[in-house]
């Protein structure tokens, strides 16, 4: 599974990139992979408040519906909207053109999990 | 042993013999004593003559429809009835298999609930129709709570006109409270329409998910339907046309030509038998920007990995066994067969076939309208001047019930009394035709109308 | 499954692509002058186009859906062991009873003396139907399982409203069928799960935890999903009860055990009969079936209207009456599968029904029997009659329980339920009713043998099937992505 070193992890599979003062995220190859291949995401309205935990929206497959959290607190600044004709691309690149939104916040102070830890986690879970 | 279940006494020896078990209790040795039975307190099974005509004999006890003159609508008509239709429907491969949960070996049924969804689409004027839902009053019912849904939960009024069949309204109101749905009924005007302006007086601004008439009308009468979505929209609601009479769109124009945002109802009319009020069709038509908050099942084209053409669910992720408490719909089983019946029918009797038979329910309305108006004995129509479709409200001196009665007596069944189910119109019987009427059989209604008043 | 039309059966609407004048059906002659429907009607609500369906001619509709049926599994043609579903034979007889013109064209609003048989044959179920489950009340209203569910817990949600009682909370075990927490949520309540023991029952731990004086109901499964008995049932039910709630039983299993024990004596305040499972009406490509719920003492004063009341030798209908939660749908129900459920009552009896879920449960412990060794077991205790295996064994090669589902479709069988119930990963859960012979289950279990063979020596084979349908793998997740549910004289959009 592809965990790239420079993110930060949330516990339900999200990740979280620091831009600038905004946060992009997104979900984890290993939780898209996990779900199979993505028909719908539903993403939230811009300029909805989200605290940590947060749902934000949820990713569809044929026969399975996911909820995505906010891995930081902040404002829904803007949302993927090539998502709506293309969710292919959260299956198909993850950590770029597939990621579901951007909040303005911080990484900063969340209760987030590094590479090694998220790999961790998952390597426990698929035990 | 019986020859319903598929092993004999042998067989279910042998059987417990390679399980290493001496007796089938011993399979069920899971279930408390407590709660077991020896010997169910029913009669003993009988052979197939003798359950036939127990049968026969209970259908001997009510008169059939064919054997008398009907003027029975209110929600269930009699229409031609090609033969081609219960073959269809008597084929095992249909009537034998499920939902098509494995699109590989299901094609058919695939691919005729696709027809219905088409043919459904094109005679509501709306983008998408579901696979089928129970029956015209639960149809009525999920529109409301997809009105409510798509205005997010937060509009919890529902506008109703008290001409939608007051049956299907009290289907409403049985799951209105458990939703927290105020519904609010609106009375006709004196000549048996709803007045657009009332529908926006009760509807209010940004208060109301779904304003819902029936077109046309429990009274007959055909609803003013540019002015209902117009008012709907005003008040930022849905717009929801019923149909009870299906085959009307034959000659109308589907709610979704006018502006409504859902147009549902019930098809039994396309080709179901009367059946003492089930296995009937309910339908459900939206448009295709809403379709996420649609209940109930869908079919969608597709290919295979060879690239040919197919078809298979789709959307399922809105249903309950995908998406258990958060599901559009509790709706599992619909009423597949139905919809199968109703595909049939209308490719039987085609396009310009149902212009055909509507305009003849139409005429044949007319000039029933024409006969009663001058029966006498101070019975009326209510309102002379339509539109009607296929239906009239008849009033006079006496109850609709009281009239019923009578003219039963007389082998006619005259109509439904109005007041049913209550209702704030004059009592008297809403009295239906279609093109099964003959004018004998509306001879026999003036007649027997004259013996009796 | 190799049997599939000859030829490719275009939509109905590419037929007659010239839209030449034919014709399907002719009308009754209209021997009364014909209107200008714009004489009585607005002109602006009428229709301008026809609807779209092309004429055809009587032949070529006949033509068109015997090739549909070509592609189509149906019960006639093997086993169908869809688990939950009870698939079971749909005798002829049935068909012929729902068809007789007295049962079939009468109106639902004649007068109750014109339709005494009607009434009467309604009355004889309900009567059936409370002997077969020893409960004290029911209603033949509901249109199917789901819907009868929603009967269920209205009624629940009445009773303890009339006792001041309102609570907020229905318990569904994590082992449910999806229907349940559905109706919990469509009936006003929050469904909130109860956690699986390690035997596949309900933790009885858990439960006590859970059961909280804001909770109205408990809907359990019996035997449950997994086919296996909720042998503490009665713990359960009075654990419940004592702490002021009620017991829905979903009924959907009740082919386990007709005839060997009865629901009211296990403590249950309601529970539906999909009488298109466990009382053989056809499954019609998806319905229509028919969902009786049979209630407790406390339920009965809120059963839905219109009720069929006996009167010495004659039946009426009340349609009032306050302290019902209503009316669940129109008229009395899917009278004609009601029919058909009579008509399987009166011929197996009570002897029959017995033999019915003895050979039922008998050949789904032959099938657990043969299978258990070439497929994962995951749950040991005793099951009734169906059995859940997964496909952990399997899917170290890259095998999952589709793969080897549409392999069955090679072999001429329907697959079992796949992915359910939820607490099984990679669920095959296998039901396989009474009805065929044992020679078909053992042909059943050959079959599934020679997957678990070929998952080890080819497995390419199986991942790739099926290989001899009438259409290969379908593609439902470009079905989802490029949504077209109805056809357009431009294509389908």
């Known amino acids: 599974m592809n965990v790239p070193g420079d993110l930060k992890y949330g516990r339900t599979h999200e990740w979280a990139r620091e831009e600038g003062d905004l946060v992009v995220v997104g979900i984890t190859h290993y939780a898209q992979d996990q779900l199979g291949e993505v028909v719908y995401v539903e993403l939230p309205e811009v300029g909805n408040g989200a605290a940590a935990g947060d749902e934000l929206g949820t990713l569809e497959s044929v026969k399975a519906v996911s909820e995505f959290n906010s891995p930081v607190g902040g404002e829904v600044v803007e949302v993927n909207e090539r998502l709506e004709e293309e969710p292919n691309l959260v299956n198909e690149d993850p950590y770029g053109d597939g990621w579901l939104v951007k909040i303005s916040g911080t990484v900063e102070g969340e209760d987030l999990l590094d590479a090694a830890e998220y790999t961790a986690m998952i390597e426990a879970e698929g035990a | 042993m019986h020859p319903w279940v598929g092993a004999g006494d042998d067989d279910r020896r042998r059987i417990l013999a390679e399980l290493g078990l001496t007796s089938i209790d011993q399979l069920f040795a899971s279930i408390p004593d407590g709660v077991c039975v020896d010997r169910l307190p029913i009669a003993d099974g009988a052979d197939e003559g003798t359950v036939r005509a127990e049968l026969a004999s209970l259908g001997l006890a009510n008169l059939s429809l064919d054997c008398a003159p009907s003027f029975l609508g209110a929600g269930v008509h009699r229409h031609v009835q090609p033969s081609v239709v219960d073959a269809v429907l008597s084929r095992a491969e249909f009537f034998t298999s499920y939902t098509p949960y494995q699109p590989e070996i299901t094609q058919g049924t695939l691919q005729a609930i696709f027809e219905f969804q088409t043919l459904i689409c094109q005679l509501t004027g709306l983008e998408v129709a579901n696979a089928s839902l129970y029956d015209g009053a639960t149809a009525l019912v999920e529109a409301a709570l997809f009105a409510h849904r798509v205005k997010r939960g937060k509009l919890d009024r529902v506008v109703v ?103 549902c109802g019930e098809a039994q009319s396309f080709g179901l038998a009367p059946g003492f009020g089930g296995p009937h069709l309910g339908f459900f038509a939206c448009r295709e920007a809403q379709i996420r908050q649609m209940p109930g099942r869908l079919v969608g084209e597709t290919v295979d990995s060879g690239g040919r053409r197919a078809f298979c669910l789709t959307l399922s992720t809105r249903e309950q066994h995908i998406r258990r408490a958060k599901a559009t719909s509790n709706i599992c089983t619909n009423q597949g067969l139905m919809a199968l019946a109703a595909t049939v029918w209308l490719e039987a009797i085609g396009g310009r076939g149902l212009r055909q038979l509507a305009a003849a329910c139409l005429a044949r309305c007319e000039d029933l309208k024409r006969r009663l108006a001058a029966v006498g004995g101070g019975w009326r129509l209510a309102h002379p001047a339509g539109p009607t479709f296929n239906e009239l409200l008849l009033i006079g001196p006496g109850t609709g019930a009281e009239l019923a009665r009578r003219l039963a007596e007389r082998g006619v069944l005259a109509g439904v009394p109005a007041r049913t189910w209550g209702g704030s119109w004059p009592d008297g019987l809403i009295v239906a035709a279609t093109e099964r009427t003959t004018v004998a059989d509306v001879d026999a209604l003036v007649r027997a109308i004259g013996e009796a008043t | ?306 009720r069929v009341v006996r009167d010495g030798e004659s039946f009426r209908v009340v349609h009032d009456d306050p302290a019902s939660i209503g009316p669940m749908r129109g008229f009395f129900g899917n009278f004609l599968i009601l029919v058909r459920a009579l008509t399987y009552i009166r011929s197996l009896g009570a002897d029959g029904l017995r033999e019915m879920s003895s050979t039922a449960v008998l050949y789904a412990n032959l099938i657990r ?118 056809w357009t004289p431009e294509g389908s959009s």
């Open chain 3, 369 to 486: 029997h043969r299978l258990a060794g070439a497929y994962h077991l995951p749950y040991r205790s005793p099951s009734l009659h169906e059995v859940v295996l997964d496909d952990s064994r399997q899917a170290a090669r890259d095998i999952h329980n589709v793969d080897i589902a549409k392999r069955l479709l090679d072999h001429g069988f329907h697959p079992p339920t796949m992915s359910f119930p939820l607490i099984v990963h990679g669920a095959l859960m296998i039901e396989p009713a009474e009805s065929v012979p044992p020679e078909e289950i053992d042909a059943f279990c050959d079959a599934m043998l020679a997957i678990a063979a070929e998952a080890e020596a080819s497995p390419e084979v199986v991942r790739g099937a099926p290989h001899d349908t009438p259409v290969s793998r379908v593609d439902e997740v470009r079905a989802a992505r490029q949504l077209k549910v109805r």
């Open chain 2, 161 to 263: 006109a008290e001409t939608v069949h007051p049956m299907y309204r009290r289907v409403l109101d049985t799951y209105a409270a458990p939703a927290s749905l105020e519904v609010v009924v609106v009375p006709p005007r004196e000549n048996g329409r709803t007045d657009a302006s009332d529908l926006r007086a009760a509807a209010g601004d940004g208060l109301t998910c779904c304003v819902v008439v029936q077109s046309p009308n429990f009274l007959g009468l055909v609803e003013d339907l540019p002015a209902v979505a117009g008012a709907a929209r005003e008040a930022g609601a849905l717009a929801v046309q019923v149909v009870a009479e299906a085959v009307s769109l034959g000659l109308l124009s589907g709610g979704g030509t006018h502006g409504f945002d859902v147009v």
């Open chain 3, 1 to 306: 499954m190799k049997r599939r039309a000859l030829r490719d059966e275009p939509l109905i609407f590419e037929r007659n692509p010239g839209r030449a004048r034919r014709q399907g059906f002719v009308l009754p002659p209209l021997d009364v002058p014909a209107v200008d429907p714009a004489s009585v009607i607005p002109a602006e609500l009428l229709r301008h186009d026809e609807p779209g369906c092309p004429d055809v001619g009587e032949m070529e509709v006949v033509q068109h859906f015997h090739r549909l049926s070509q592609l189509n599994y149906a019960v006639d043609e093997g086993l169908y062991p869809l688990g939950s579903c009870t698939m079971k034979y749909n005798p002829r007889l049935n068909e012929q009873t729902a068809r007789f013109p007295g049962l079939a064209s009468i109106h639902p609003l004649q007068p109750p003396e014109q339709v005494q048989g009607a009434l009467r044959l309604i009355w004889e179920l309900e009567r059936a139907l409370l002997a077969i489950t020893g409960m004290a009340g029911v209603t033949l209203q509901p249109a199917a399982g789901a819907h009868g569910e929603l009967a269920g817990i209205l009624m629940i949600r009445r009773a303890l409203a009339a006792r001041g009682d309102a609570r907020s909370v229905v318990l569904v075990p994590d082992s449910a069928h999806g229907t349940n927490p559905a109706t919990a949520a469509f009936a006003g309540y929050e469904a909130v799960e109860v956690p699986s023991a390690e035997d596949g029952t309900v933790d009885l731990e858990a439960l006590d935890r859970l059961m909280t004086d804001r909770v109205a109901a408990v809907m359990l499964t019996v035997p449950n999903t997994l086919g296996v008995f909720e042998h503490q049932i009665l713990e359960i039910s009075r654990l419940v009860h004592d702490r002021g709630g009620l017991v829905y039983m979903d009924g959907a299993n009740l082919n386990a055990f007709v005839g060997r024990a009865l629901p009211g004596r296990m403590g249950a305040d309601a529970m539906h009969i999909n009488l298109h499972k466990t009382f053989s009406t056809p499954h019609g490509g998806g319905g229509p079936g028919a969902g009786p719920v049979v209630v407790s003492e406390t339920l009965v004063p809120h059963l839905p209207v219109p």
